[in-house]
Protein backbone atom coordinates (compact mmCIF):
# COMPACT_ATOMS: atom_id res chain seq x y z
CA UNK A 1 0.00 0.00 0.00
CA UNK A 2 1.20 3.23 -0.77
CA UNK A 3 1.59 6.31 1.58
CA UNK A 4 -1.04 8.59 -0.11
CA UNK A 5 -3.36 5.16 -0.29
CA UNK A 6 -3.18 5.11 3.79
CA UNK A 7 -4.15 8.44 3.87
CA UNK A 8 -7.18 8.17 1.44
CA UNK A 9 -8.35 4.50 1.21
CA UNK A 10 -9.31 4.23 4.47
CA UNK A 11 -12.77 4.53 6.60
CA UNK A 12 -12.55 7.66 9.14
CA UNK A 13 -16.40 7.20 10.36
CA UNK A 14 -17.99 3.50 11.05
CA UNK A 15 -21.68 3.46 12.23
CA UNK A 16 -24.03 0.28 12.36
CA UNK A 17 -27.62 1.29 11.96
CA UNK A 18 -29.97 -0.50 13.70
CA UNK A 19 -33.84 0.02 13.27
CA UNK A 20 -35.00 -1.20 17.21
CA UNK A 21 -32.23 -0.63 19.60
CA UNK A 22 -31.33 -3.14 21.18
CA UNK A 23 -30.00 -3.47 25.03
CA UNK A 24 -26.92 -5.61 24.66
CA UNK A 25 -24.74 -7.73 27.23
CA UNK A 26 -21.98 -5.73 28.33
CA UNK A 27 -19.61 -7.21 27.17
CA UNK A 28 -20.92 -7.29 23.17
CA UNK A 29 -20.66 -3.85 23.45
CA UNK A 30 -17.43 -3.50 24.56
CA UNK A 31 -16.80 -5.67 21.45
CA UNK A 32 -18.22 -3.69 19.51
CA UNK A 33 -16.37 -0.41 20.89
CA UNK A 34 -13.17 -1.84 20.44
CA UNK A 35 -14.05 -3.14 16.55
CA UNK A 36 -14.51 0.73 15.74
CA UNK A 37 -12.38 2.25 17.75
CA UNK A 38 -9.32 -0.02 15.95
CA UNK A 39 -11.20 0.37 12.50
CA UNK A 40 -10.89 3.70 13.00
CA UNK A 41 -7.18 3.55 14.36
CA UNK A 42 -5.81 1.49 11.48
CA UNK A 43 -7.75 -0.08 8.35
CA UNK A 44 -7.53 -0.27 4.20
CA UNK A 45 -10.91 0.17 2.99
CA UNK A 46 -11.13 0.70 -1.14
CA UNK A 47 -13.97 0.46 -3.21
CA UNK A 48 -13.74 -0.64 -6.37
CA UNK A 49 -13.57 2.60 -9.49
CA UNK A 50 -12.54 5.78 -9.30
CA UNK A 51 -13.41 6.75 -5.30
CA UNK A 52 -11.87 8.99 -3.57
CA UNK A 53 -11.79 8.56 0.18
CA UNK A 54 -11.57 8.79 2.75
CA UNK A 55 -14.74 6.95 3.45
CA UNK A 56 -17.78 6.91 6.16
CA UNK A 57 -19.43 3.71 6.41
CA UNK A 58 -22.59 2.81 7.49
CA UNK A 59 -23.46 -0.94 8.11
CA UNK A 60 -27.26 -2.15 8.07
CA UNK A 61 -29.17 -5.43 7.64
CA UNK A 62 -32.27 -5.93 5.35
CA UNK A 63 -34.14 -8.98 5.29
CA UNK A 64 -31.54 -11.26 4.46
CA UNK A 65 -29.07 -8.74 3.27
CA UNK A 66 -25.81 -6.94 4.47
CA UNK A 67 -25.93 -3.27 2.93
CA UNK A 68 -22.93 -1.02 3.32
CA UNK A 69 -23.35 2.19 2.82
CA UNK A 70 -20.23 4.40 1.43
CA UNK A 71 -20.05 7.85 1.43
CA UNK A 72 -17.48 10.44 1.69
CA UNK A 73 -16.48 12.86 4.82
CA UNK A 74 -19.06 15.30 3.77
CA UNK A 75 -21.64 12.66 3.65
CA UNK A 76 -22.26 12.59 0.17
CA UNK A 77 -23.62 9.00 -0.69
CA UNK A 78 -20.56 7.24 -3.06
CA UNK A 79 -22.30 3.89 -3.64
CA UNK A 80 -23.58 0.74 -1.70
CA UNK A 81 -22.56 -2.52 -1.64
CA UNK A 82 -24.96 -5.13 -0.91
CA UNK A 83 -24.03 -8.91 0.00
CA UNK A 84 -26.47 -11.88 0.54
CA UNK A 85 -26.37 -13.17 4.26
CA UNK A 86 -27.06 -16.78 3.53
CA UNK A 87 -23.17 -17.62 3.23
CA UNK A 88 -22.43 -16.27 6.39
CA UNK A 89 -25.85 -17.68 8.56
CA UNK A 90 -23.81 -21.03 9.82
CA UNK A 91 -20.64 -19.40 10.45
CA UNK A 92 -22.52 -16.25 12.54
CA UNK A 93 -24.51 -19.09 15.01
CA UNK A 94 -21.49 -20.99 15.67
CA UNK A 95 -19.90 -17.63 16.20
CA UNK A 96 -22.54 -16.80 18.87
CA UNK A 97 -22.50 -19.88 20.48
CA UNK A 98 -18.63 -20.20 21.21
CA UNK A 99 -18.42 -16.76 22.07
CA UNK A 100 -21.78 -17.95 24.81
CA UNK A 101 -19.44 -20.60 26.15
CA UNK A 102 -16.37 -18.17 26.02
CA UNK A 103 -17.89 -15.27 28.27
CA UNK A 104 -19.17 -18.15 30.36
CA UNK A 105 -16.34 -20.53 30.86
CA UNK A 106 -14.63 -16.74 32.10
CA UNK A 107 -16.16 -17.40 34.87
CA UNK A 108 -15.97 -20.58 36.05
CA UNK A 109 -13.56 -22.81 33.87
CA UNK A 110 -10.02 -23.57 34.04
CA UNK A 111 -7.30 -21.02 32.24
CA UNK A 112 -6.23 -23.97 29.95
CA UNK A 113 -9.74 -24.89 28.95
CA UNK A 114 -10.42 -20.37 28.82
CA UNK A 115 -7.91 -20.67 25.92
CA UNK A 116 -8.78 -23.96 24.64
CA UNK A 117 -12.47 -22.21 23.69
CA UNK A 118 -10.81 -18.66 22.53
CA UNK A 119 -8.55 -20.77 20.41
CA UNK A 120 -11.88 -21.90 18.64
CA UNK A 121 -13.60 -18.55 19.00
CA UNK A 122 -10.54 -17.00 17.01
CA UNK A 123 -10.26 -19.58 14.41
CA UNK A 124 -14.11 -18.99 13.64
CA UNK A 125 -13.55 -15.34 14.08
CA UNK A 126 -10.97 -15.67 10.69
CA UNK A 127 -13.13 -17.77 9.01
CA UNK A 128 -15.86 -15.18 9.12
CA UNK A 129 -13.65 -12.51 8.29
CA UNK A 130 -12.09 -14.59 5.00
CA UNK A 131 -15.49 -15.34 3.76
CA UNK A 132 -16.15 -11.97 4.28
CA UNK A 133 -13.08 -10.57 2.19
CA UNK A 134 -13.92 -13.32 -0.07
CA UNK A 135 -17.23 -12.00 -0.80
CA UNK A 136 -16.17 -8.49 -1.07
CA UNK A 137 -13.97 -9.48 -3.65
CA UNK A 138 -14.24 -7.25 -6.34
CA UNK A 139 -16.30 -4.91 -4.82
CA UNK A 140 -14.31 -3.29 -1.93
CA UNK A 141 -11.07 -4.58 -1.26
CA UNK A 142 -9.81 -4.64 2.69
CA UNK A 143 -6.93 -6.46 4.40
CA UNK A 144 -6.94 -9.03 7.23
CA UNK A 145 -7.10 -6.89 10.28
CA UNK A 146 -9.85 -4.42 8.54
CA UNK A 147 -11.89 -7.62 7.52
CA UNK A 148 -11.61 -8.95 11.46
CA UNK A 149 -13.09 -6.08 12.52
CA UNK A 150 -15.56 -5.41 10.27
CA UNK A 151 -17.02 -9.15 10.92
CA UNK A 152 -17.34 -8.42 14.31
CA UNK A 153 -19.43 -5.63 13.52
CA UNK A 154 -22.12 -7.58 11.15
CA UNK A 155 -22.27 -10.51 14.09
CA UNK A 156 -23.26 -7.37 16.70
CA UNK A 157 -25.83 -6.53 13.64
CA UNK A 158 -27.47 -9.87 14.60
CA UNK A 159 -28.14 -9.82 18.00
CA UNK A 160 -31.78 -9.27 18.29
CA UNK A 161 -31.78 -8.27 22.24
Known amino acids: MLAEDAKTQRLVDIRLDEKTL ?6 VEHERAIAIYDLLEENYFCPAGDLAGPFSLVIRLEES ?9 S ?4 T ?12 IKDYFLICE ?28 SALLRERLDGK ?15 CILHIRG
Open 22 to 27: VRRKPE
Open 65 to 73: RLLLDISDQ
Open 75 to 78: GKRL
Open 80 to 91: EVTLPMTPFRTI
Open 101 to 128: SYYSAITRATPSQIEAIDVGRRGLHNEG
Open 140 to 154: IAIDHETARRLFTLV
